[in-house]
């Protein structure tokens, strides 16, 4: 599985961006997918998830203000970002957890898009 995140840009504090992560491959092999960043100085964090199931968890930082979702007949995934904080700055990551059954597969993930959130 091949993964291609884009959507990060510059914005401004209260403002909204869209991420998306398309994946390529045996999309199949899914078994979760989401988001995690990595500022400057700081350590990397999940931001959110969506299994399988459908099931979403997200970082206590952004509940109420981010948005995980997947479009399965595009193998798209999606993190809406409204109100966005300065502290939100950081280089994106989308991820996949892969597995077949109970056979892990592994983890794979995309290149990281920039989001900065200005004050």
């Known amino acids: 599985v091949q993964l291609q995140a884009s959507g990060g840009g510059l914005v401004r504090a209260g403002e909204s961006l869209r991420l998306s992560c398309s994946a390529s491959?045996?999309?199949?092999?899914?078994?979760?997918t989401g988001w995690y960043r990595q500022a400057p100085g700081k350590q990397r964090e999940l931001v959110a998830t969506?299994?399988?199931?459908?099931?979403?968890r997200y970082a206590d930082s952004v509940k109420g203000r981010f948005t995980i979702s997947r479009d399965t007949s595009t193998n798209t995934m999606y993190l809406q970002m409204t109100n966005l904080k300065p502290e939100d700055t950081a280089l994106y990551y989308c991820?996949?957890?892969?597995?077949?059954?109970?056979?892990?597969?592994?983890?794979?993930r995309g290149q990281g898009t920039q989001v900065t959130v200005s004050s």
């Open positions: 991820y996949a957890d892969l597995g077949r059954g109970a056979l892990s597969l592994g983890s794979t």
């Open positions: 491959g045996s999309a199949r092999d899914i078994d979760a």
């Open positions: 969506i299994i399988r199931t459908g099931t979403t």
